[in-house]
């Protein structure tokens, strides 16, 4: 997944029009570095390789 071009700061103002969910902007630097931390997470997971071999489990139990 490339996210080189990924701006945060507009994803989110886009998101919030889209969603008609409007963000206090005493709030606003929070979510956003809140955002910066959720895209760098699932950079990760998204960039863990996975063996073709693995198969999707049917049931998901704890």
Known sequence: MENQ???????IQQMSLLLNLSINEKYKDGVITNFEKIK???EIVNNFPLPESIEIAPIFEP
């Open 5 to 11: 071009n990924f701006n945060t700061q507009e994803y």
């Open 40 to 42: 760098d997470i699932a």
